[in-house]
């Protein structure tokens, strides 16, 4: 069996209760051994101070490698930096560099008037200070404001040209979605590693909202058998059985890493990992 390299993304708490979520998750996943893991950036730099927090946290008393996302949105270019600065002050070598949504019911897009116009920009200045392994994302199917996929994958050829090493996707559910993405990258030129985003299905109706909003196709076939689990109380049996199985389908096709989007509840992507071979490894540390 082909056991493959992991990594997982986490959320920064909201509150006490979020807090305790979030330990309880990196508690039961650290033992996997992750290559890295991630904290996410909120939707208008909404949670900033919290993800720093986390990051610098997790950094300290975990002993994993803790990547923080970054965006461009409502800051100017000093104020991004000098987060990457404290980042980088407190042993925080890695980012994953985003532009970022806008805040919700603000519409599309706008820099700041004295920010990071776009994610290449940001990847060339993170890029420039050298204390930095960056990260993207990659969008094996169009994102909603993508002309087409072709202006997808010219858009990450320009994100790995402007400094960055490798490339996460967005998720997908059928292992054909990326290994078209894949093909279509080494086309057009794009030779950095691509991360197959995966995303165990915790809450299908959740799951499919999400997907639609961003751009990912739900197949006919998974609204049958969700809707069939869900009435047999069979939903998360099913939900681990398809992620493993597009995991599996991945790694005969020649991938060797997938990184994980855990929505802090580490169950379903423990018992994949599992299911793929992947046994614990290393014990947390204390928190110090």
Known sequence: MIVPNISFEFFPPKSLEGSFRLWDTVQTLAPMDPRFVSVTYGAGGTTRELTRDAVDTLHKSSGLNVAAHLTCVDSSREETLAIARDFAAAGVSEIVA????????????QPHPDG?????????????????????????????????QAADIDWLKRKIDAGASEAITQFFFEADTFFRFRDACVKAGIDAPIIPGIL?????????????????????????????????????????????????????GGVEDLHFYTLNRPDLTRDICHALGVTPRVELRDVA
């Not at 985003?98 to 897009?109: H, I, M, N, T, Y």
């Not at 990071?116 to 960056?134: D, P, R």
């Not at 990912?216 to 992620?243: E, G």
Request: aromatic content about 8%.
């Open 116 to 148: 990071f116009a776009n994610s290449c920009e940001l990847i060339s200045a993170l890029a420039e200070t050298g204390h930095f392994s960056v990260r993207v994302g990659a969008y094996p199917e169009k994102h909603p404001e993508a002309a087409d």
């Open 200 to 252: 165990p299905i915790e809450n299908w109706q959740n799951a499919r909202r999400f997907s639609l909003a961003c751009g990912a196709n739900v197949p006919a076939w998974m609204d049958d058998l969700f809707d069939k689990a869900i009435r047999d109380d069979r939903h998360d049996l099913l939900a681990t059985a398809l992620a493993t199985e597009l995991c599996s389908n991945l790694l005969e």
């Open 98 to 109: 985003l532009r970022g949504d806008p805040p919700k019911d603000s519409g599309a897009f």
